[in-house]
């Protein structure tokens, strides 16, 4: 009987060790059975498309701010137009932001060339609607405003990034009547929401304006959280009396400065997150 036990001690011994031995060998094979030959797919983050990078709007705004303050452009507006497609050479970009004509042209994200314009007039009916602009800011169409997409870049951390669309009056259209015009608008090339713009009025005065209430509106409709009056307002930064500057805050340990005013004389409203 003990023998017997012996014997099976043996016995289980010897295919433990077999086991041991011979059983990673063939989990390596069947592993490698499951994976060689088949074409697997993974998402990966590119350097060139760091819009994909989630950012909220206070962030987004913040980037967008430090770029338009910081700006300059490498070339003329009218140059760039000229130039084929190409990638952003991230370390040529000098300073902390960059503010760059985005020359590959819209992703598969954002908004196209063929509907910048109507998806402008949508987010103008809706600052109208929430009294951010007056109701005699007239629509804007390809034959009277030009449209170029931009990149805005944070240059020492490219992943944040943002495309956005600037809409402005065409050079032909200067002289023109102006009044109810926009004149510059910056867009979301992603969600398609207003950052800033420039408009003419016909009868708003700065006395007829509630800019407390336009800023808390504007700020709502972009999902903006902590804005507050800014006490540190400094007035050389202003051409015109009639203002107000409201801050918010930005990534780490910025901020974003947000001015709404006047031009009396020639009746012109802007909204403005550069300084």
């Keep these: 009987m003990r023998k017997g036990k012996v014997h099976i001690l043996i016995v289980t011994a010897a295919v433990v060790l ?13 592993r490698d ?14 350097k060139g498309e760091g819009y994909r990078y989630a950012l909220n709007s206070n962030e987004k705004l913040y980037i967008l701010s ?7 452009l490498p070339e003329s507006e009218a140059s760039a137009m000229t130039k084929t497609e190409q990638e952003v050479d991230y370390d040529s970009l000098t300073g902390n932001y960059a503010f760059v004509v985005n020359h590959q042209g819209p992703s598969g994200q954002e908004i196209t060339d063929e509907q910048i314009y109507a998806r402008c007039n949508e987010e103008l009916a809706v600052l109208r609607e929430l009294s951010v602009l007056p109701d005699e ?9 030009s449209a170029v997409l931009y990149s805005a870049i944070d240059v020492l951390e490219p992943r944040n990034n943002l495309s956005v669309w600037k809409i402005s009056l065409q050079t032909g259209q200067q002289n023109a009547n102006r009044e109810g015009c926009l004149l510059d608008v910056y867009i979301d090339a992603d969600t398609g929401k207003i950052y800033e713009f420039y408009v003419r009025t016909v009868e708003s005065t700065w006395e007829t304006l509630d800019a407390d209430a336009m800023a808390a509106s504007w700020g709502a409709y972009l999902g903006l959280s902590g804005m507050e009056a800014d006490d540190n307002e400094n007035p050389l930064l202003e051409t ?3 203002y107000e500057k409201y801050r918010l805050p930005g990534m780490k340990e ?22």
């Excluded at 059975?33 to 590119?46: F, K, M, P, Q, W």
């Excluded at 800011?137 to 405003?145: I, P």
């Design 137 to 145: 800011v007239h629509s804007v169409s390809a034959e009277t405003h």
């Design 240 to 242: 015109t009396d009639d």
């Design 66 to 72: 430090k770029c338009l303050t910081n700006q300059v």
């Design 254 to 275: 910025g901020s974003t400065v947000m001015t709404i005013g006047f031009y009396e004389g020639i009746n012109e409203l802007f909204l403005k997150v550069s300084r």
């Design 18 to 30: 077999c086991a041991a031995v011979w059983m990673p060998e063939q989990l390596v094979k069947y």
């Design 33 to 46: 059975r499951s994976t060689l030959n088949h074409i697997v797919a993974e998402t990966v983050e590119d």
